[in-house]
């Protein structure tokens, strides 16, 4: 199985600062058919689904605010929040869709400072 | 509006059996892959199983594999999970999932990730 760590597990971010979220797999989810890298992430608000934000590592979904992106290749990921929003408040989840079983990372907790 | 929409979900004691159920609108449901993905209380989320479009394909994680059935009836929208042999750690909230679907030179792809969401229903598991 392919382990998704995420780094913080919480992330105390003041307004209007940049957040940073890791994600490493244990192995590449870079596939060499596609070049693409099967890696997305979601945002999940209490009492709420997950919502999807980027996938292929770096697409954005339609409709997300251009304040985040993704970055990175092959074992490791970053999500970035260029401009902390009161609503981003929230859990952030990687997860690969390389190889079943289809692996999440533990969450990180990204919070108002 | 896509809308994933559940139900089923409910207090079964250890060893017993339970069905959720997922009735989809707002989008061509048979062009779809389908998954269910669960999330203990306070704790991070977990893949349970997947189907492919026309139901030939399905997938299981390890932890449910033998127990849990996943299956769809297209005619009807819907998508079920079949719980059997239920135990205390499947205890969680259980979401369906649509999987994306893509086309690219001329070929569509379903892969494993989720773009739409169900509401989520709360399994337990206890005596």
């Known amino acids: 199985d392919i382990v998704m760590t995420q780094s913080p597990d919480s992330l105390p971010v003041s307004l209007g600062e940049r957040a940073t979220i890791n994600c490493k797999s244990s192995q590449s989810v870079l596939s060499s058919s596609n070049s693409k890298n099967y890696l997305v992430w979601y945002q999940q608000k209490p009492g709420q689904p997950p919502k999807l934000l980027i996938y292929w590592a770096s697409t954005r979904e339609s409709g997300v605010p251009d304040r985040f992106s993704g970055s990175g290749s092959g074992t490791d990921f970053t999500l970035t929040i260029s401009s902390l929003q009161a609503e981003d408040v929230a859990l952030y989840y990687c997860?690969?869709?390389?190889?079943?079983?289809?692996?999440f990372g533990g969450g990180t907790k990204v919070e108002i400072k | 509006e896509v809308q994933l929409v559940q139900s089923g979900g409910g207090v079964v004691r250890p060893g017993g059996s339970l069905r959720l159920s997922c009735v989809a609108s707002g989008f061509t449901f048979d062009y779809y892959g389908m998954s269910w993905v669960r999330q203990a209380p306070g704790r991070g989320l977990e893949w349970v199983s997947g189907i492919n479009w026309n139901g030939e394909s399905t997938d299981y994680a390890d932890s449910v594999k033998g127990r849990f059935t996943i299956s769809r009836d297209n005619a009807k929208n819907s998508l079920y999970l079949q719980m059997n042999s239920l135990r205390a750690d499947d205890t969680a909230f259980y979401y369906c999932?649509?999987?994306?679907?893509?086309?690219?030179?001329?070929?569509?792809?379903?892969?494993?990730?989720?773009?739409?969401w169900g509401q989520g229903t709360l399994v337990t598991v206890s005596s």
């Open positions: 997860q690969q869709y390389y190889s079943s079983p289809f692996t």
């Open positions: 999932a649509r999987r994306l679907r893509y086309c690219s030179g001329g070929s569509c792809y379903s892969v494993y990730f989720f773009d739409y």
